[in-house]
């Protein structure tokens, strides 16, 4: 059965404090996994899209990083901006997207 | 702007009482799908759409019915709601996954609560 599943579900870091976010992924198929941000009462705000193993992408304090079974959302020296819930995604096959639960992640000034 | 727009953003309701959730995107997209969200659940696929009059069930299709008339239309319908359809609901739009894999576009979710 495809499946995503992310840890920690909560995270809580001090300014500056540097740290990585998990997703691992059991699917048959992989067409990319993808990282979304989402902010309280919010719709999900597409982040990045990593296509294969060994592929790394950044933006701005994130750098998302994939393994043949896993994939690290790393935060470098986060502000208190950057708290959010973070979703990790795959796509199996041409129509299916499946979400993990989220690593809802808080950053204290 | 590029958006996808849902009405209403907040509904309470009763049991019984059939409603209609509209989602409406404004960027030509081929893709779109409704998701619920639930603590401790996550995202969840109920129906979605490859293209016009194209529609196929998610993973929780069940009491939802959903139409593709028009390209930028996807309306959710509730033919007789529930309390355990009391959720947040997120419809999504992309350009086709088979193009632009991943990246959907979501809107800003309704908050329905059914009594």
């Known amino acids: 059965e495809d499946q995503v599943t992310q840890s920690p579900e909560a995270l809580r870091l001090q300014e500056g404090e540097s740290s990585s976010l998990n997703c691992s992924y059991t699917?048959?198929?992989?067409?990319?996994l993808f990282w979304y941000r989402q902010d309280p009462g919010k719709g999900p705000e597409f982040l990045f899209t990593?296509?294969?193993a060994g592929e790394e992408k950044e933006k701005e304090r994130l750098k998302a990083t994939l393994t043949k079974k896993e994939s690290f959302l790393h935060i470098t020296a986060p502000k208190p901006e950057d708290s959010a819930t973070y979703l990790c995604?795959?796509?199996?096959?041409?129509?299916?997207?499946?979400f993990g639960k989220g690593t809802r992640l808080h950053i204290l000034p | 702007e590029a958006q996808v727009t849902q009405n209403p953003r907040y509904l309470i309701t009763v049991t019984g009482k059939k409603l209609t959730v509209t989602c409406s995107q404004n960027?030509?997209?081929?893709?779109m799908s409704w998701y619920r969200q639930d603590p401790g659940l996550g995202l969840r696929q109920i129906y979605y759409?490859?293209?016009?009059?194209?529609?196929d069930k998610g993973d929780v299709p069940e009491g939802y019915k959903v139409s593709r008339k028009e390209k930028r239309n996807f309306p959710l319908i509730l033919e007789s709601p529930s309390p355990n359809q009391t959720s947040l609901y997120f419809c999504?739009?992309?350009?086709?996954?088979?193009?632009?894999?991943?990246?959907?576009?979501f809107g800003e979710g309704s908050r329905l609560t059914v009594l």
């Open positions: 999504a739009s992309s350009f086709g996954l088979d193009r632009r894999p991943g990246e959907l576009f």
């Open positions: 699917v048959s198929g992989l067409r990319g």
């Open positions: 990593l296509y294969s």
């Open positions: 995604a795959v796509q199996a096959g041409y129509d299916k997207i499946i």
């Open positions: 960027m030509n997209h081929e893709y």
């Open positions: 759409s490859m293209n016009v009059e194209v529609t």
